[in-house]
């Protein structure tokens, strides 16, 4: 099997650097096409056995799978300059491009087509990634899923919750940031030097979504567990709802969604 990535920016360069460290497609299967020389380069050095080219239509006629991973505008050009065909599958992780929008601009009325949101934690092999089909069989679907697990977390949706999942992962992995942000503040005010800082809150949330990931549990539950009777948690937590801190939260996610 082989895949063309369309685009070497920040995501097409993470998803070929992250396909090469996975187990499924081997490095002398992927080809990368750009216009920039420097992005390709960059990419051969990390991986010598990775195919590069700039030109597109090289990329997709070689490949079983072709992943577009150019800006929005740019989608129907490269869709328009490149030939596809129905024994091909498209991936297409352009923001805000529905499978509608790429249906139509298709020559391939029963291509099978995958729209994906992955976030930028793709780069550490941790993105959480939204996928959704049309045309796709079942073992097609269990393929996409297979690929991006290898990089995080894959889950397959309706398109019609994409804007919701969308403002909770690619939206929300910058909640994330400004609360370890915020929590590093408060420590420089106390007197923890702030790399010291950033270590302990990201490790403290990387060790809190553990919790939940691999032990099947509720936040709420493992928030009862630290919160003893007269505790200094629980008047922190305690603290953080009179302040609005959960209704905030709630209210940055909704409006990520207009």
């Excluded at 799978?65 to 740019?74: E, G, Q, R, S, T």
């Excluded at 550490?124 to 079942?138: D, G, P, V």
């Excluded at 889950?155 to 994409?162: G, R, S």
Aim: charged content about 15%; some cysteine; overall charge negative.
């Amino acid at each position: 099997m082989k895949i063309a990535i369309i685009g070497a920016g920040n995501m097409g360069g993470a998803i070929a650097r992250g396909l090469c460290k996975g187990t499924i497609i081997p490095a002398a299967n992927i080809i990368v096409s750009n216009p920039s020389a420097q992005k390709l380069e960059a990419l051969k050095a990390d991986y010598p056995d990775i195919c590069t080219t700039s030109d597109n239509c090289q990329a997709a006629s070689q490949a079983d799978i072709v992943l577009l991973a150019v800006k929005p505008w740019l989608v129907h050009d490269v869709l328009s300059g490149i030939k596809l065909n129905e024994q091909q599958m498209l991936i297409s992780i352009a923001a805000g491009i529905s499978l509608g929008e790429i249906w139509n601009l298709l020559g391939c009325p029963q291509m099978p087509i995958f729209r994906l949101i992955p976030n930028t934690a793709i780069s550490e092999m941790q993105s959480m990634t939204l996928i959704a089909s049309a045309h796709a069989s079942a073992e097609q679907q269990q393929l996409v899923l297979d690929i991006f697990n290898e990089m995080g977390l894959a889950m397959l949706l309706p398109e019609e919750k994409f804007a919701a999942a969308t403002a909770m992962t690619s939206c929300g992995i910058a909640y994330a940031l400004k609360y370890i942000q915020a929590v590093m503040q408060a420590g420089i005010e106390l007197g923890i030097y702030p790399k010291d800082g950033m270590k302990m809150v990201a490790q403290s949330v990387k060790g809190a979504a553990e919790l939940i990931l691999k032990g099947d549990t509720h936040p709420a539950l493992e928030i009862d567990k630290v919160c003893t009777p007269g505790g200094l948690t629980i008047k922190g937590i305690n603290s953080l709802e009179h302040d609005g801190f959960t209704s905030a939260l709630i209210k940055a996610v909704k409006n990520s969604t207009i």
